[in-house]
């Protein structure tokens, strides 16, 4: 199961901290991200984390400005500063991925997803 929290709505330029409470997950040997989607738009990726190696992946629209990261074994954040309208979404977060960490298709778990509106 796949928890969010830490949405919400802040002004151009602010900051943001959602949150993924993950349990009976084997994380371990498996990508895991988020992802948003707008309304009318496809799901993207926006940032993922490999737990074996910790190498992280970032999307080219959110470089310099979002950090995802792994603060302990069940809790899964993504750091968002230098927030642009265009970042307005519902943010999911998803593991289970093998091969592609920002391919939506490829992660199996999916939370209900948190709304993030920047204004």
């Known amino acids: 199961q796949l928890v969010e929290s830490g949405g919400g709505s802040v002004q151009a330029g602010g900051s943001l901290r959602p949150s993924c409470a993950f349990s009976?997950?084997?994380?371990?040997?498996?990508?895991m991200g988020w992802f948003r989607q707008a309304p009318g738009q496809e799901r993207e990726g926006v940032a993922a984390?490999?737990?074996?190696?910790?190498?992280r992946y970032y999307a080219d629209s959110v470089k310099g400005r979002f950090t995802i990261s792994q603060d302990n074994a069940n809790k899964l954040d993504l750091q968002m500063n230098s927030l642009k309208p265009e970042d307005t979404a519902v943010y999911y977060c998803?593991?289970?991925?093998?091969?592609?960490?920002?391919?939506?298709?490829?992660?199996?778990?999916w939370g209900q997803g948190t709304q993030v509106t920047v204004s």
């Open positions: 984390l490999y737990s074996g190696s910790g190498s």
């Open positions: 009976g997950y084997t994380y371990m040997s498996y990508f």
């Open positions: 998803a593991g289970g991925a093998s091969r592609l960490p920002l391919r939506p298709s490829d992660y199996k778990y």
